[in-house]
T-cell receptor, first 116, second 112 residues
């Protein structure tokens, strides 16, 4: 398996523009996670899905952020409109389950977002 | 509040020397996971601990879990340049079931 695949790797956009980040999880993994990493706040869980259904989105910072998982092999994280404070590295991860060894999460390479 | 505290925040070690990183949880642990991250890259899973007293090793990296102290330590023996990076601990805790928590990370620099 190729692992978790994220695109794009880098995104530079202007304030107010819509940004869409994409993720393909590892085949067979039932859980998908979106994280944001910044120097100030470290690695934060934004939302996670189980079998394509959003389970907990309490980490999503504002209504400007939305995430979808239309099928088992694809998820998107959208920011509309984007703001400079959204600049961060966004990671997608997937895992087979939630308990013990099944909760070993495998991370994509991340998308580095810069909002000017 | 930060549930997982890592120490130190950063350390510089001479090649060939040993180093230890600690991760302490304020909540009961169900599982403790160690990851490594290189700049500009994603997190790589190292090992997972579940039971008190459990110890696991992979090459020159050893991790232990002290259940009473709700603490885990990561020890690297005879460090090499390849050990440089950021080490993060992550955990399932009683209050965060399904919401994986990460520590702030420890940056390791290995000098010649």
């Amino acid at each position: 398996d190729a692992g978790v695949i994220q695109s794009p790797r880098h995104e530079v956009t202007e304030m107010g523009q819509e940004v869409t980040l994409r993720c393909k999880p590892i085949s067979g993994h039932d859980y998908l996670f979106w994280y944001r990493q910044t120097m100030m706040r470290g690695l934060e869980l934004l939302i996670y899905f189980n079998n394509n259904v959003p389970i907990d989105d309490s980490g999503m910072p504002e209504d400007r952020f939305s995430a979808k998982m239309p099928n088992a092999s694809f998820s998107t994280l959208k920011i509309q409109p984007s703001e400079p404070r959204d600049s961060a590295v966004y990671f997608c991860a997937s895992s087979p389950g939630l308990a013990g060894p099944k909760n070993i999460q495998y991370f994509g390479a991340g998308t580095r977002l810069s909002v000017l | 509040s930060q549930e997982l505290e890592q120490s130190p925040q950063s350390l510089i070690v001479q090649e060939g020397k040993n180093l230890t990183i600690n991760c302490t949880s304020s909540k009961t642990l169900y599982g403790l996971y160690w990851y490594k991250q290189k700049y500009g890259e994603g997190l790589i899973f190292l090992m997972m601990l579940q039971k008190g007293g459990e110890e696991k090793s992979h090459e020159k990296i050893t991790a232990k879990l002290d259940e009473k102290k709700q603490q885990s330590s990561l020890h690297i023996t005879a460090s090499q340049p390849s050990h440089a990076g950021i080490y993060l601990c992550g955990a399932d805790t009683t209050d965060s079931w399904g919401k994986f928590q990460f520590g702030a990370g420890t940056q390791v620099v290995v000098t010649p």
